[in-house]
């Protein structure tokens, strides 16, 4: 509601194109709290730290990670760092790439060549494009990106040569949310389903005010 009645009412007195930062920091902190309100936390921690998406993916980690490989993507640093804190709890192996990551081919090679180690976790702007993980078995995409393009992307590390199991490819959406809402957009907005929009800046020159009320509505 906050953003909403400050974006509302800032597009009404300066226009659309002179609210683009306001848009783009509600939809960002929208989208984090769906992965869980500890990557808005302020110092003190008030927002806490509960988070159903990671419940979900341990459940399926706990579930499938016996017998299988898997990727998991997200495009928070945060979320990531929160879900490799669960996995080190549990003693559950892991390699893990973001664009800091220096040791690039090796985290790749301890994922396709350790059998113990089962799970992947991957900023998606850093392992969208490049590598050959034919291991994998399951994709999890934490959270969703404006195109699905760019989700293909990542799902598609997994179908390179060498690869001869079936994937299954997971996107775990927030029921009621701005992600409900950007899939829906997705939908109506055949512009964003078709283009490949790499940042959230070009996204905002394919919206108008409506679409803009629905987001945040």
């Known amino acids: 509601k ?15 194109q ?3 930062f306001l848009i783009l920091e509600g939809l960002l902190k929208l989208r984090q ?26 459940r399926e980690i706990k579930e499938n990670a016996g017998n299988h490989k898997m990727l998991v993507f997200s495009q928070f640093i945060g979320m990531l760092s929160l879900i490799k804190d669960e996995l080190e709890k549990l003693g559950i192996p892991y390699a ?12 790749v090679n301890r994922f396709q060549l350790d059998n113990d180690c089962r ?17 994998a078995e399951y994709v999890y995409l934490v959270d969703p990106w404006w195109n699905p393009a760019v989700e293909a992307q990542a799902i598609d590390r997994t179908h390179r040569i060498g690869q001869t199991q079936k994937v299954f490819a997971y996107k775990m959406i ?19 389903a078709g283009d490949l929009i790499s940042t959230e800046t070009s996204l905002l020159k394919k919206l108008d005010k409506s679409d803009i009320a629905h987001l945040f509505g």
């Open 174 to 192: 927030c029921k009621d949310s701005i992600e409900e809402k950007i899939l829906d957009l997705q939908q109506k907005k055949q512009a964003i």
């Open 119 to 135: 799970i992947f976790l991957i900023s998606l702007k850093a392992g969208g494009t490049g590598l050959n993980l034919t291991q």
């Open 18 to 20: 002179n609210s683009g």
């Open 96 to 107: 893990y790439l973001d664009g800091k990551t220096t040791d690039r081919a090796a985290q």
């Open 33 to 58: 709290i769906c992965d869980s309100p500890a990557l808005l936390n302020e110092k003190d921690g008030s927002f806490g730290s509960a988070s159903t998406k990671l419940e979900e993916l341990v």
């Open 2 to 16: 906050k953003y909403q009645q400050q974006i509302l009412k800032q597009i009404e007195t300066e226009g659309l």
